[in-house]
Structure formats: structure tokens, C-alpha cells
């Protein structure tokens, strides 16, 4: 028994394999990959966006630096780790990263020693007292006191 279908006000009869013949199917799976292809497209764009957004970000960071330098006269060791700070030699980081949507604001930077913020890289603030095995609690009294986000 024979099945068929319409498909663009033509009966179709459906096979194991689509209908050569019918220009509507072939249309259709044209249509199918025009969509897929602008969705690539598009994502390829907010990709793009993102990158562009990533680097205004990075460049903002640089005047918050400058802003948030005042850091070591509060606390003068490493919000994680709590080693002694270098401000030669420190690092600012965002608490939450860029990469995941952090942005460059004094509540979300911080100085933190240069091994650690190598060792965080884009990591959020939990992920990297997970890897790093560092206490929460002293982190977090840590960044209270210098009044940041995380």
C-alpha cells in the first residue's frame, strides 16, 4: 500500500526515499538549508559582537584600574589567596570574567597576586576556590571588605 502526502497542491506518493521528481520536496529541503545557513550566519554575527564587546570591555578595564589602585591601602595580601601584594607585579581581574559576561566595573575588579590570576584565568570566582583549594570564607571576608560583587 502506497502512502502519499500534499504537498504544494500536488499528491505525493511517499516512498522509502523522497520523490526525485517533486520539485516541492527539493524546494522545501533548498528552504531547510537557506534557514540553517542564516542561523549560522547569525550566530557567526553575535560571536562577533561578543568579541567586539569583549575587547570595549578589556579597554574599559583599563580606567578602572586606576580607579580601584587604592585597593592595597585597605588590604595589602591577595583577595584569594592571601599572600603578600605587589602592586608592581599585581593583576587585575574580574571577579566574574568577561568571558561569561562579567563586566568592568570596581565592584567586579579586583588586584589579586599575578599567580593567581594565571591560575583562574576565565574561571568563575567558585570554580576557581574548587581548583584551587583555597577557603571560601577567607576569599569572601576578603572581598566584603574591599566591597565587591561575586
Do not use: W
Not at 2 to 16: A, F, P
Not at 57 to 68: E, F, G, P, T, Y
Not at 138 to 150: A, F, P, Q, V
Request: proline content about 2%.
Amino acid at each position: 500500500m502506497k502512502r502519499t502526502v500534499t504537498r504544494r497542491n500536488k499528491e505525493v506518493v511517499l516512498g522509502s526515499k523522497l520523490p526525485i521528481n517533486d520539485t516541492g520536496l527539493i524546494i522545501k529541503a533548498l528552504d531547510i538549508y537557506k534557514i540553517e545557513l542564516e542561523k549560522k550566519e547569525h550566530i557567526d554575527t553575535l560571536k562577533a559582537k561578543a568579541a567586539a564587546a569583549d575587547k570595549k570591555s578589556r579597554q574599559l578595564a583599563i580606567s578602572v584600574k586606576r580607579k580601584i589602585s587604592n585597593q592595597i591601602k585597605i588590604l595589602n595580601v591577595c583577595p584569594y589567596c592571601g599572600d603578600m601584594l605587589n602592586i608592581d607585579t599585581a593583576h587585575a581581574d574580574h571577579i566574574y570574567p568577561v568571558s561569561k559576561g562579567g563586566q568592568s566595573t570596581r565592584k567586579n575588579m579586583v588586584y589579586v597576586c599575578d599567580r593567581c590570576n594565571l591560575k583562574k584565568k576565565d574561571f568563575t570566582l567558585n570554580k576557581f576556590i574548587q581548583i584551587s583549594g583555597y577557603k571560601r570564607e577567607d576569599i569572601e571576608n576578603r572581598l566584603d571588605l574591599l566591597h565587591k560583587d561575586y
